[in-house]
């Protein structure tokens, strides 16, 4: 891939935050992701890639843009493959909550997981407990290893999860050995990336949540050097047959890094839509909107935070071409 590509892929997740940011707090989840989208869909078409959408909206009879295999880009440069969530955390941005993201995720062709729209079992951590972490084990024996690789107690870790009645038990045994939790509404992609930043507090992302997002957070810890550890969770046969196609037989194997993003490159940018701990949200003023953006690339592991100022008037469509 080609280096320019990361700021062409912030100036698509910008559009997509300022978009949907005009929708927070107003209860209306829908039209903010369907703004995201069509501003996504619009500034793509600029980028000089030829991508494919591998995890995007839903398949292309569920949604008009952004579907999987729907091809984005001037249609030259670089072959990718596109992972998109054009609003990640539609019902934060409703109700005018924390950590809503604008995100893309992209990788050479071939390269990116098409994990399909189901559950998916997962565990994240920063580069400090890299190889120290194992879906399988026990909660206790995971929060000890955290503990130990970065050189803290039980009681000091802080664990994300989603807020969710099929995590009562794991967030009762959390509690047991004596860590800390945060439990969040939605938004685990910006909790996996919280793993890899010190000032963002915490330490360690568990629990189930969507199989798309999974491959996002794999992306962007690729290019931090982190980890994340993931089971596809197939409810129906339907989505069990969905893990045949891609190549899953068995459906109990556990889904490492080189599992969900393949080779030494891959790129990730997201935009805040609203603050959070890492990054702060869209502000408006008059004619003008801000944005507070990251993008980073694994092949040189830089990292990027990119402060945007944006004339609304000269770009009313959010795209000059």
Known sequence: MERSLSMELVRVTEA????????????????ADDAATTAM?????????????????GEMDEAPMLYIGEKLGTGYGPRVDVAVDPLEGTNIVANGTWNALSVIAVADAGNLLHAPDMYMQK?????????????????????????????KDIEDLVVVILDRKRHEKMIHDI????????????????????????N?????????????????????????GGEIQGRLLPQNQAEKE??????IHDINQVLRMDDLVKGDDAIFAATGVTDGELLQGVRFDGATGTTHSVVMRAK?????FIQGRHSLKKKPNLVIK
């Open 242 to 247: 969905r893990c045949e196609k891609m190549g």
């Open 41 to 57: 869909r619009t500034v793509f078409d600029t980028v000089p890639m030829r991508g494919t959408v591998v995890i995007g909206e």
């Open 200 to 224: 963002t507090g915490v330490d360690i992302l568990l629990g189930i949540g969507g199989a798309p997002e999974g491959v996002i957070s794999a992306v962007a810890l690729k290019c931090l």
């Open 123 to 151: 565990i994240a951590v920063g580069p400090e407990a890299v190889g120290q972490i194992d879906i399988d084990a026990p909660v206790i024996d995971n929060l000890k290893a955290v503990a130990r690789a970065k050189n």
């Open 16 to 31: 997509a935050a300022l978009a949907s940011a005009r929708w927070m707090g107003r209860g209306k989840k829908n039209e």
């Open 300 to 304: 040189s592991g830089t990292v990027r």
């Open 175 to 198: 509690r047991e050995a004596g860590a800390r939790i945060k439990l969040i509404p939605d938004g685990d992609v910006a909790a996996a990336i919280h793993t890899a930043f010190d």
